[in-house]
């Protein structure tokens, strides 16, 4: 099994979010930043779960510049075998998928895992790219995968149920909630990531056809109106009359 | 040239996020003088509905395998390609999801994904978006002749335009599926948590699953869905999928009762973007007040069976 895992940085969930004065640029002051949660808990440890299973590689690949190194980092610990970064400036979901599909087209791996999305632009844009560049099937938010064989089974989350599909590899799926466990990387894992080898190569050239012009905050609520505890009746008629939702 | 909007029925009919969407092609070609065409995989009696929503043609194809994103994707390119289209409209729901990057990939045009706005036509196409889980929005000017988008739910709402249009059918047998679909399972009875308009969650001042009768009481009266925290679905006290938050489902209902949950940002970068919230909890510092439209300060285990018993009284009204 010759697995690869997409991982990508976005700022941790508690940043507070807010942009430069022209509202054009996203304020990266003060900032920290983790590896994307869904690639982390889910796609990762999959991965290697699969690789300890069936033996073979798990390869970590990441676009963008060389402060991701410590994210990349982390995923080694948590038990990657090697990683790969492209060092270029991750502008758009079809650039960073250009960049994994070039870096993937000649490789033959069985299969490429990635986060159902990541938690900052919020595209779940890439991982259908890279299938599409590859020509490959493409399962989004699966939640439970089995291999047996060349032939996975695969179950994808769908609006209030699943999907449960068979397919065979090679593929690319995108890894929601249940996937796998999250694993924490331990003391040995940590210090044998270091000497584990990270390469890093050059992008290919590619202009992304789309740009953020402007960031707004959301439209901020007037104010929470309190209701006296004993009057619930009271409240029914306001989601009744005033906000009409009931 | 046209606008091409795929709407796909889920066990044969549409919901109502089907004739938002049709809508919003409409709205878009008028805007941009031209048709909007509606692809359906509905059957003919079904797919006429979509000409009491804004669609000036229907087109209807039948296939088992919607689940096959390689497959849909040159589907829905070849049928774009062959009606001329430069816009395609997909759902922001899980299968606009597998198909919105690989056609816009396949079609080489400028994509963006749960779009909440009809496009700026005086402004490069530019169309908004929210980032950062619900924290912000951002515009997006689109630059390349082919554009494709999915559009979020609740976004222009629906609308009844009614046209003269009728259902022609396109022959799909020619496209094959190496994905083959075992199953299919749902949820019965409730609406789904991503497409319900009244949601009632709960969080850890529930103390215990055992305690989650009043809470479906609750939902059961409003004929809501329910939802959770994400140490509730951790611990097991409610099924995974209904955690929501920046790491579990993210949603946009009309209603959203939130009781016993503290609003951590995490949570609130899943539902913030509620239209009305309601929060229920016995700490008035709980940060969820300042998300909050309608706040009751008071032990929910007291206030939720009142609530519950108000609601009643209404609904019999
Ligand atoms: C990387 C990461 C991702 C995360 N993603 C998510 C996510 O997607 N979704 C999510 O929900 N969380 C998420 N979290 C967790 C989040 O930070 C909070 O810990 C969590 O939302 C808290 O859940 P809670 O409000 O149910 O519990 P608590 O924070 O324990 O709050 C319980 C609340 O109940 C109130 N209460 C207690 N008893 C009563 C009573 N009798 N009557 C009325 N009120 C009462 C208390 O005042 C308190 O405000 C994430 C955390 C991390 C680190
Ligand atoms: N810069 C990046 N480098 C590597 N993988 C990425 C990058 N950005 C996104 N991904 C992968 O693509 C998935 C979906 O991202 P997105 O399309 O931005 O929602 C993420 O969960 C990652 O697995």
Redesign the interface.
């Known amino acids: 099994m010759n697995l690869l895992v997409c991982i990508s940085k976005t700022?941790e969930?508690?940043?507070k979010?807010s942009?430069n004065a022209d509202s054009t640029e996203f304020n990266t002051e003060g900032i920290q930043y983790i590896m994307n949660?869904?690639d982390e808990w889910y796609a990762l440890v999959r991965a290697i779960e699969l690789q300890e299973a069936m033996g073979g590689k798990v390869v970590v690949i990441n676009v963008g510049p060389a402060e991701n190194d410590i994210v990349i980092r982390k995923a080694l610990a948590i038990g990657a075998d090697e990683a790969i970064r492209i060092d270029g400036e991750a502008k758009s979901?079809?650039y960073v998928?250009k960049q994994i599909a070039e870096y993937a087209k000649d490789k033959s791996f069985d299969m490429i895992l990635l986060g159902k999305e990541s938690?900052?632009?919020?595209?779940?844009?890439?991982?259908?790219?890279i299938?599409?560049?590859l020509?490959?099937?493409?399962?989004?938010?699966a939640?439970k995968m089995k291999l047996e064989g060349n032939e996975a089974?695969v179950t994808?989350?769908?609006?209030?149920?699943?999907?449960?599909?068979?397919?065979?590899i090679p593929f690319v799926v995108s890894a929601s909630?249940?996937m796998a466990e999250q694993r924490i990387p331990n003391m040995r894992g940590i210090m044998m990531s270091k000497k584990k080898p990270l390469e890093v190569i050059g992008p290919v050239d590619f202009s992304a056809?789309?740009?953020?012009?402007?960031?707004?905050?959301?439209a901020e609520?007037s104010g929470?109106?309190?209701?006296d505890?004993q009057d619930?009746?009271e409240?029914?008629?306001?989601?009744?009359e005033e906000?009409k939702?009931? | 040239m046209s606008i091409l909007v795929y709407i796909e029925a889920?066990n044969g009919n549409f919901k109502k996020a089907a004739y938002e969407l049709c809508n919003y092609g409409c709205k878009l070609a008028e805007s941009m003088s031209t048709q909007c065409i509606a692809l359906t995989n509905a059957d003919s009696s079904v797919a006429q509905k979509l000409s009491n929503y804004g669609a000036d043609k229907i087109v209807n194809f039948s296939h088992e395998a919607l689940?096959?994103?390689?497959m849909m994707?040159k589907l829905i390119s070849d049928f774009a390609k062959a009606n001329d289209a430069s816009v395609v409209i997909l759902a922001d729901?899980?299968?606009g999801?597998?198909?919105?990057?690989?056609?816009?990939?396949?079609m080489?045009?400028?994509?963006?994904?749960?779009v909440t706005t009809l496009p700026d036509l005086t402004?490069q196409f530019?169309v908004d978006?929210?980032?950062?889980?619900?924290?912000?929005?951002?515009?997006?000017?689109?630059?390349?002749n082919f554009k494709i988008i999915s559009v979020s739910r609740n976004s222009i709402g629906v609308q009844e335009i009614s046209k003269p249009s009728n259902v022609e059918t396109f022959d799909a047998s020619s496209y094959s599926s190496?994905?083959?679909?075992?199953?299919?399972?749902?949820?019965q009875g409730?609406?789904?948590?991503?497409?319900a308009?009244?949601v009632v969650s709960a969080g850890r001042g529930m103390k215990g699953p055992e305690n989650w009768g009043i809470i479906e009481e609750l939902a059961e009266t409003?004929g809501a869905t329910t939802a959770c925290s994400r140490p509730v679905s951790d611990s097991g006290w409610r099924p995974?999928?209904e955690?929501v938050g920046?790491?579990?489902i993210?949603i946009k209902p009309?209603?959203y009762i939130a009781i016993g949950i503290s609003g951590?940002?995490?949570h609130l970068?899943g539902v913030?973007?509620s239209?009305?919230?309601?929060?229920i909890n016995k700490d008035s510092e709980a940060p969820f007040?300042?998300?909050?439209?309608?706040?009751?300060?008071?032990d929910l285990f007291?206030?939720v069976p009142?609530?519950n018993?108000?609601?009643k009284?209404?609904k019999e009204g």
């Open positions: 700022p969930t508690t940043a979010i942009f949660p869904y979901a079809s998928a938690i900052d632009y919020n595209g779940s844009l890439v991982g259908a790219m299938a599409e560049y020509d490959l099937p493409f399962l989004s938010y939640s089974t994808c989350d769908i609006e209030g149920g699943v999907e449960v599909l068979k397919l065979q909630k249940g056809k789309e740009q953020i012009t402007k960031y707004q905050l959301p609520k929470v109106r309190l209701i505890p619930m009746d409240l029914v008629r306001l989601l009744h906000a939702v009931i | 889920i689940h096959d994103s390689k994707t729901n899980s299968r999801k597998s198909l919105l990057g690989r056609i816009a990939t396949r080489d045009g400028s994509v963006v994904s749960s402004n530019a978006k929210s980032l950062f889980s619900g924290k912000s929005v951002g515009t997006f000017q689109m630059v390349s190496d994905v083959s679909l075992v199953e299919t399972t749902r949820v409730t609406v789904p948590l991503p497409e308009e009244l409003l995974h999928h955690h920046q790491t579990g993210a009309n209603l951590a940002i995490q970068a913030n973007n239209k009305t919230i309601v929060v007040f300042k998300a909050a439209d309608y706040g009751v300060v008071a007291d206030v009142r609530l018993e108000s609601l009284k209404f």
